[in-house]
């Protein structure tokens, strides 16, 4: 079993659309829980980061952290073609510095 | 403020050969890290500088790719010799610290491809 999984998609939603994109993990150790999204021939972004459990609103993104299941989400409220990319979680631990990073689900909105 | 500088972005080299990537990270940043992506998949560290020193290099193929931090600004990545298996993306981020925050800031990446 994968320290992270994440479905790869390819998910295609209409624009406007609510998006949810999730991770599970198996390692207790993580503590703290990151989104990334990363364009087409581009370097990821930070979007979202979490620490505890939770919900934790940005914008039109809303992180949400289940520890007791070890399952993340990432909504995305009323989607633009803008979000279209590839949504990496990631993760770490306490006193760890390694990043631990789901494949990434691919996302299109289409307008 | 300038982002994480890579170069080059592409290179094609048959296998055997050695390739080399130079990563400028952005200013007053002392953590550095290099990743690499394989299509499809989430980046995986390969190393992490701290200043110009080693903080963890486990996931390093040493007997192929070496990495350097002179003066502890610019870094270099080579591979030699190179394997149809390193086709990847190569990213370099940095950080403002080494733990914890979860923001690294990565460049656009070197994508290798080994024929």
Redesign the interface.
């Known amino acids: 079993q994968k320290e992270v999984e994440q479905d790869p998609g390819p998910l295609s939603v209409p624009e406007g659309a609510i998006v949810s994109l999730n991770c599970t993990y198996s390692n207790s150790a993580f503590q703290y829980f990151m989104w990334y999204r990363q364009y087409s021939r581009k370097g990821p972004e930070l979007l979202m980061y979490t620490y505890s459990s939770g919900n934790k609103e940005d914008g039109r993104f809303t992180a949400q952290v289940d520890k007791s299941s070890k399952y993340i989400s990432l909504f995305i409220r009323d989607s633009q073609p803008s979000d279209s990319a590839t949504y990496l979680c990631a993760m770490n631990g306490a006193g760890s510095y390694q990043l631990t990073f789901g494949k990434g689900t691919k996302l299109s909105v289409i307008p | 403020e300038a982002g994480?500088a890579q170069s080059p972005r592409y290179k094609i080299i048959e296998k055997r050969q050695s390739v080399a990537f130079w990563c400028n990270p952005i200013s007053g940043h002392a953590?550095l890290y290099w990743y690499q992506q394989i299509l499809?998949?989430?980046?995986?560290?390969l190393i992490?500088f701290q200043n110009n020193g080693v903080?963890?290099d486990s996931q390093l193929p040493k007997d192929r790719f070496s990495a350097e931090r002179l003066k502890g600004v610019d870094s270099t990545l080579k591979i030699q010799p190179a394997k149809l298996e390193d086709s990847a993306v190569y990213?370099c981020?940095s950080s403002l610290e080494?733990?914890?925050?979860?923001?690294?800031?990565?460049?656009?990446?070197s994508?290798l491809t080994v024929l």
């Open positions: 994480v953590t499809g998949q989430g980046p995986k560290l992490q903080v963890d990213l981020a080494d733990r914890n925050t979860g923001e690294l800031f990565f460049g656009e990446g994508r």
